[in-house]
Nanobody, 124 residues
Framework: QVQLVESGGGLVQPGGSLRLSCAVS????????IGWFRQAPGKEREGVSS??????????ADSVKGRFTISRDNAKNTNTVYLRMNTLKPEDTAVYYC???????????????WGQGTQVAVSS
């Protein structure tokens, strides 16, 4: 059974950092690309970052380039993708989701499996 579970969200002040985790089970991480998406209140869900399962190709939205870093740990007992978020801004406030798909992409339609999301709030 394929499962993705996000964790690491919370409340942080502007300029602060968080590291989100996406723990996957039911498949080998190297067989799928993992994407991070976010949805702010009243807005559509948008692709934030994505990483290939087989090599180190990545995607970052322009709004997070230079601030967010995606990485993965393919070890069998870890099988986790991380999103390190630095210099957070109030506009980064959203529910963050991870998803699994066949290739690196910012398009949510290309991802078949989704987690339940974790809330990130950036506020003073």
């Amino acid at each position: 059974q394929v499962q993705l579970v996000e964790s690491g969200g919370g409340l942080v002040q502007p300029g602060g950092s968080l590291r989100l985790s996406c723990a996957v089970s039911g498949f080998y991480l190297e067989h799928y690309a993992i994407g991070w998406f976010r949805q702010a209140p009243g807005k559509e869900r948008e692709g934030v970052s994505s990483i290939s399962g087989s090599d180190n190709s990545t995607y970052y939205a322009d709004s997070v380039k230079g601030r967010f870093t995606i990485s993965r740990d393919n070890a069998k007992n870890t099988n986790t993708v991380y999103l390190r978020m630095n210099t957070l801004k109030p506009e980064d406030t959203a529910v963050y989701y991870c998803a699994a798909g066949p290739q690196v992409s910012y398009l949510e339609d290309e991802y078949a499996y989704w987690g339940q999301g974790t809330q990130v709030a950036v506020s003073s």
